[in-house]
């Protein structure tokens, strides 16, 4: 009975720290840093990068990512599920699905999963809410994995 009643108590301190430890609204623009991003070994960085969020309450999450190359290319993606731990599929990548959760430590986990393999993206936040702070690992098919860091400002 003690047992249970402590187990109970901790779950129940553990889910209100996490919805405490949440950070206001993640709604507005966001830029990708270059100086400071650490991008994956021979993957050529964006002459700019950035990223709409729309949506960020308890029942919706969406967000769009616009991509200009140095060569003038241009690309976009986007996501509209929500902050559930449920997997939702990425616009403009078929096939692709994107999982968010908070943490309880107010971070953003972001599980991919794609036919190249899985990335898992933990992003942190500054005091101001004005930095967003990237920490990835990305694994292929054949299990090789790669660290990178992204680093955003808002805008």
Known sequence: MFRSTVLAILTI???TTGALARP???????RLNPAETESLPGEEQPAEL??????????SFRW???VKM???????????GAIDGKPYPVAGRPGNTSTFSWMPDG???QVSQGAGGISVETCG???DMKKMTCNA????????AVAYVEVFDRL
């Open 13 to 15: 301190t553990a889910a």
């Open 24 to 30: 206001a609204s993640l709604e507005g623009k966001w």
């Open 50 to 59: 950035v990223m709409a969020i729309t949506k960020d309450d308890d029942q």
């Open 64 to 66: 769009t990512v616009s």
């Open 70 to 80: 140095a060569n003038g290319e241009v690309g976009s993606t986007g996501f509209v």
């Open 107 to 109: 971070s953003l986990k």
């Open 125 to 127: 936040f500054s005091a």
């Open 137 to 144: 690992r990305q694994t292929d098919m054949a299990g090789r």
